[in-house]
């Protein structure tokens, strides 16, 4: 079936390292995908977004990458920081039909000082 | 400050109490949605709205109800709650559906 997940629940990396959080999908209709970083108690936060057209794009220290032949997303976060500790989640939209997102379940990034 | 804005933040309730969880928005985005996050399932969409008075069941829609009112709120209604609607919700407006950019804070609720 058609499905949204991630490799790994947890991940944990030191301070100062690269994280990559990988989200793999099914769904080859999708043609836009969001990254979300959920902190403890609070709501999802919007930090990247990439379009099927494209197979990178950047913003401040993280980088989503799409590799459409395997259906493979993910998300890099460069010298990663103890306030990037969260629960991280891909979300895709499906290009036909309604546009609603599909989740994820989620990646928990722990940050070792 | 762009926000989106859920009250109550908690709330528990009975079995069969109607309650309402509100959601306002003051980005004049004509979408909004709520969803609910449960363990291991992630986000499910309930409703969604695509403009006032334009709403549409959502995922997992069953129990629950909407009002659009107005373009900057969208109340989420349950008639009768039961104990399978203790989640943690979240409200969410954009620009246009599938885009949701801005999130509330969540409202977890329980029903005993």
């Known amino acids: 079936g058609e499905s949204v997940g991630l490799h790994l629940p947890t991940l944990s990396v030191q301070e100062g390292d690269n994280s990559i959080i990988n989200c793999a999908y099914s769904?080859?209709?999708?043609?836009?995908f969001i990254w979300y970083k959920q902190e403890s108690g609070k709501g999802p936060q919007f930090i990247i977004d990439?379009?099927?057209?494209?197979d990178k794009r950047q913003g401040q220290r993280v980088t989503v990458l799409l590799n459409k032949t395997v259906k493979h997303l993910s998300l890099q976060i460069a010298a990663t920081q103890p306030g990037d500790s969260a629960v991280y989640f891909c979300a895709e939209n499906r290009r036909t039909g309604r546009r609603a997102l599909t989740f994820g379940s989620g990646t928990r990034l722990q940050v070792q000082p | 400050e762009a926000q989106v804005t859920q009250n109550p933040r908690y709330l528990i309730t009975v079995t069969g109490k109607k309650l309402t969880v509100t959601c306002s928005q003051n980005m004049n985005h004509e979408y909004m949605s709520w969803y609910r996050q449960d363990p291991g399932l992630g986000l499910r969409q309930i409703y969604y709205?695509?403009?006032?008075?334009?709403?549409d069941k959502g995922d997992v829609p069953e129990g629950y109800k909407v009002s659009r009112k107005e373009k900057r709120n969208f109340p989420l209604i349950l008639e009768s709650p039961s104990p399978n609607q203790t989640s943690l919700y979240f409200c969410?407006?954009?620009?246009?559906?599938?885009?949701?950019?801005?999130f509330g804070q969540g409202t977890r609720l329980t029903v005993v």
């Open positions: 990439i379009r099927s057209n494209m």
């Open positions: 969410a407006s954009s620009t246009q559906e599938g885009t949701e950019a801005f």
């Open positions: 769904n080859s209709a999708s043609d836009y």
């Open positions: 709205s695509m403009n006032v008075e334009v709403t």
